[in-house]
């Protein structure tokens, strides 16, 4: 059976694009076999949604064709274990760092840059639509399957996740390659030290330290960096020292690398020789999505219509919805009182900025004064053509203009989600 998928998972390897066959087929190996059936390992259950998802159908044909039977196969989520040797390894590192009297936090800090925050983690990063193809790069290069790909760029406007995802792939190198040496900075942060280091006639240190002393460099904000010609050239040969030697880099902006503006040619082709991942703001699902998750993480218990309410009013970031989600919780509690929807409306009202956003009840409105028609007869069970013409206008409007799925269009409308989409 071993052989059968082998050879199975060469022959889908000539049918799709090389990088797809890389971050999907490539990872999965065969376990064992039951009762007939070819049990594949995947590293995460993410790897697994998007194989079955994606990839089912055709691993299924390709199996049968070559057993010449039908063959049926499952996938299922192994983490990989370090071995023994690096475990042991690994502990004695640890051991020889606390008997050590000369090493102080201070110094961990300044040679390893900025802290990881603890919770910017794979596992709770919510994927969506918005940013599924940006985890999947970062999660490729922190599992270091690729050689090919050594560096990635992170592109979104504040509060969209970057951040997460950076700090992720941090998280994950230091848990499964201990030995890599990694600094998480800021580009302000890199330009300060630079500057500390000419002033005390350190700058050979500083050169040493970020050319042949790191493995793995995470650099935050690079659009910081405009206009600083001196910071912007040491930058660019540090980076170019570092992908020579094929060490991994991340970096994050506001900014496509073509968009930054007053930076040299040098580094703007670094920036854009690497992997470009967009993060979108989050649709209406994936907002929803984050509020459950952070609820259940902060272990608040929110109704369903309240995390609906929530995200159809935050709309501009991440951030914005965990603080929206926050300040409900912190209310009802020195309240005393549970979460409901008025409670959220009166916590929303001091978040949302004051400006008009297209949602469905501006477009009922503004429906209802042009046909000159009430809101009550929007939603009623009417059938004249005075008023269902008017309703079938403003149904079509919420589905092209907001983000509102078909179940709370129908809500809004008195009607079922069916009627909705005809």
């Given at each position: 059976m071993k052989n059968i998928w082998e050879q199975a998972k060469a022959a889908i390897k000539e049918c799709i694009p090389g990088h797809k066959y890389r971050m999907w087929v490539e990872p999965l190996e065969f376990k064992e076999e039951k009762g007939g059936t070819i049990i594949l390992s995947c590293p995460n259950l993410f790897t697994k949604k998007r194989v079955l998802g994606y990839y089912g159908s055709m691993i299924g044909s390709e199996l049968k064709r070559i057993a010449k039977k039908n063959c049926n196969f499952s996938v299922e989520v192994v983490e990989k274990k370090a071995s023994k040797k690096k475990r042991v390894k690994s502990r004695k590192k640890k051991l020889e760092k606390m008997e050590d009297p000369q090493l102080s936090l201070p110094d961990i800090h300044q040679s390893a840059g900025r802290f990881l925050r603890k919770e910017f983690t794979f596992d709770r990063f919510v994927v969506g639509g918005n940013n599924d193809f940006a985890y999947s790069a970062a999660r490729s290069l922190a599992e270091q399957k690729d050689p090919n790909q050594s560096s990635l760029y992170l592109l979104s406007e504040t509060g969209m996740g970057k951040s997460h995802l950076s700090q992720a792939i941090g998280h994950h190198i230091l848990s499964n390659f201990p030995t890599d040496r990694l600094y998480y900075i800021t580009a302000e942060d890199f330009m300060n030290e630079m500057v500390h280091a000419l002033q005390n006639n350190s700058i050979e240190q500083f050169k040493e330290k970020f050319r042949n002393q790191c493995d793995v460099l995470l650099l935050e904000d690079v659009h910081f960096l405009t206009g600083k010609a001196r910071t912007q050239a040491e930058l660019a040969f540090s980076l170019d020292y570092l992908l020579d030697a094929d060490k991994k880099i991340i970096f994050t902006s506001c900014y496509s690398p073509a968009e930054i503006p007053k930076?040299?040619?040098?580094?703007?082709?670094?920036?854009?020789?690497?992997?470009?991942?967009?993060?979108?703001?989050?649709?209406?699902?994936?907002?929803?999505?984050?509020?459950?998750?952070?609820?259940?993480?902060?272990?608040?218990?929110?109704?369903?219509?309240?995390?609906?309410?929530?995200?159809?009013?935050?709309?501009?970031?991440?951030?914005?919805?965990?603080?929206?989600?926050?300040?409900?919780?912190?209310?009802?509690?020195?309240?005393?009182?549970?979460?409901?929807?008025?409670?959220?409306?009166?916590?929303?009202?001091?978040?949302?900025?004051?400006?008009?956003?297209?949602?469905?009840?501006?477009?009922?409105?503004?429906?209802?004064?042009?046909?000159?028609?009430?809101?009550?007869?929007?939603?009623?069970?009417?059938?004249?053509?005075?008023?269902?013409?008017?309703?079938?206008?403003?149904?079509?409007?919420?589905?092209?203009?907001?983000?509102?799925?078909?179940q709370v269009i129908g809500k809004s409308f008195n009607r079922y989600h069916a009627t909705i989409l005809h």
């Open positions: 930076i040299n040619e040098q580094l703007r082709s670094r920036f854009s020789s690497s992997l470009i991942s967009g993060i979108e703001p989050p649709d209406f699902k994936t907002r929803v999505k984050i509020l459950r998750k952070k609820a259940m993480e902060q272990r608040v218990k929110v109704p369903h219509t309240v995390t609906d309410y929530l995200a159809s009013e935050l709309l501009e970031n991440v951030r914005q919805l965990e603080s929206g989600l926050i300040g409900v919780a912190a209310k009802a509690s020195l309240l005393g009182t549970s979460v409901d929807l008025n409670l959220a409306e009166s916590v929303i009202k001091n978040i949302v900025h004051q400006k008009k956003t297209i949602s469905i009840d501006i477009i009922k409105e503004l429906v209802c004064k042009h046909y000159r028609i009430t809101s009550k007869d929007m939603v009623s069970r009417s059938r004249k053509k005075s008023i269902v013409w008017p309703r079938q206008m403003a149904i079509y409007l919420s589905r092209k203009y907001t983000d509102q799925p078909l």
